[in-house]
């Protein structure tokens, strides 16, 4: 087992075993072998073009032996036991990723969610231009709470579509699962709905600062690609700022009684 500066894994996973820092180059034709899943089957694409373009150069350079004598890692072979597991509070992201000496590196999860943190973790294994990846590595991982989130408020300030997905996108990045939308408010409602076109045209700060279905759309099914469930609120009417008297049971005490 190595020291715990040595993992440069983000989160931290619970079982990282690595007895002799070893490495070899990953090959450019590298294959992620995964089950066909609309939301994994997107993981995998974007995995794959990340650990082929981002050549990651770590803080610190790791004290690593690339070894020539190993073949260039082909293959990473993606395993899930229950393909059909939604994505909901409490469900099991564990997962295990085995990197051998030699041959193709292995995944398996219980779940699509499972799947997509252990992808996470193996990008985060490649490194360099070349690029290469650690060899004779154990990992077993899984999440310490079930919900692992931000709340971010379109209601009283407006953030453009691109803004919320990238946002998601870095949720993704450290293996957060929930985005708490606080879509509306008192102060602005964004959201079109088609039935009550009145609320947006009226409640927004503007025509160029509203949600249309298809921005929503979006930005839930980029949510479940990136393994971050999406969970909108919607305040009707929404919190308002009443006079502090309205608390004084209409003025038949005064407030210094307080």
Known sequence: MISETDVWVWPKPRTFSWPTPQATLLSPTITIAAPNHTHLSAAVKRYLHLV???HHSPLVTPSVNLTPSYDPLQTLFVAV???AAPLHHGVNESYTLA?????PANLTAETVWGAMRGLETF????WGDPSRVVVGVYVWDAPLFPHRGIMLDTSRNYYPVEDIVRTIGVMSANKLNLFHWHITDSHSFPPVVPLEPDLAARGSYGPDMQYSPDDVTRIVQFGLEHGVRVLPEIDSPGGFSFSATLLLCFGLLSLSYY
């Open 52 to 54: 082929h373009t981002e």
């Open 81 to 83: 036991s229950d393909l």
């Open 99 to 103: 990197i051998p000496l030699s041959g």
């Open 123 to 126: 990008s985060q294994l490649v």
